[in-house]
T-cell receptor, first 115, second 112 residues
Framework: AQTVTQSQPEMSVQEAETVTLSCTYD???????LFWYKQPPSRQMILVIR??????QNATENRFSVNFQKAAKSFSLKISDSQLGDTAMYFC????????????FGKGTMLLVSP | DSGVTQTPKHLITATGQRVTLRCSPR?????VYWYQQSLDQGLQFLIQ???????AKGNILERFSAQQFPDLHSELNLSSLELGDSALYFC???????????FGEGSWLTVV
């Protein structure tokens, strides 16, 4: 079974600054995907970014980028130029590639962006 | 808008009652997933269907059941409801193996 750990229950950052959210995971799989989902106060689950484990290049989506360290089983999310609208709960999630797999989530990190 | 539609958005019901939550996946997606999000348990996977067949089962109680119909929409049935069943229930869909899973806006269930 896979486990996903987010060790930072809460974080805060000021507008325009950069923040990094941590995530580690444990798996015996070699092929898998990793995701970051964002859940704002509206409670909708929004995909932020996705990383395929077989890709060495770190994924980037506008102000969001990841630092994927496969050997260390680490998958952190960096948010640059933080905006008030980034205030949300952020969930790290794992999905194995083989078969019809589902997402395993971490417990989340609450990010508060202040003016 | 993820393209996954869930109804109802909110419902309040009494203990012991039964409710049905409905989900329409994104156009073309064959897989449907149900997740429960409660304050103390986080996001818990309940069950997955692929093209009408059950594919994976998670922490789904025996009082809960689901199905996926030929038109690919899915329903989650919750019966003999207890106070602890109050939660946000998400439906999600994907195009199949390894594809990204997209979530609906959720159905808020309050059991009183």
């Amino acid at each position: 079974a896979q486990t996903v750990t987010q060790s930072q229950p809460e974080m805060s950052v000021q507008e325009a600054e950069t923040v990094t959210l941590s995530c580690t995971y444990d798996t015996s799989e070699n092929n898998y995907y990793l995701f970051w989902y964002k859940q704002p106060p509206s409670r909708q689950m929004i995909l932020v970014i996705r990383q395929e484990a077989y890709k060495q290049q770190n994924a980037t989506e506008n102000r969001f980028s990841v630092n994927f360290q496969k050997a260390a089983k680490s998958f952190s999310l960096k948010i640059s130029d933080s905006q008030l609208g980034d205030t949300a709960m952020y969930f790290c999630a794992f999905m194995k590639l083989a078969g019809y797999s589902t997402l395993t989530f971490g417990k989340g990190t609450m990010l508060l962006v202040s003016p | 808008d993820s393209g996954v539609t869930q109804t109802p958005k909110h419902l309040i019901t009494a203990t012991g009652q039964r409710v049905t939550l409905r989900c329409s996946p994104r156009s073309g997606d064959l897989s449907v997933y149900w997740y429960q999000q409660s304050l103390d348990q986080g996001l818990q996977f309940l069950i997955q269907y692929y093209n009408g067949e059950e594919r994976a089962k998670g922490n789904i109680l025996e009082r809960f059941s689901a199905q996926q119909f030929p038109d690919l929409h899915s329903e989650l049935n919750l019966s003999s409801l207890e106070l602890g069943d109050s939660a946000l229930y998400f439906c999600a869909s994907s195009g199949g193996e390894g594809n990204t899973i997209y979530f609906g806006e959720g159905s808020w269930l309050t059991v009183v």
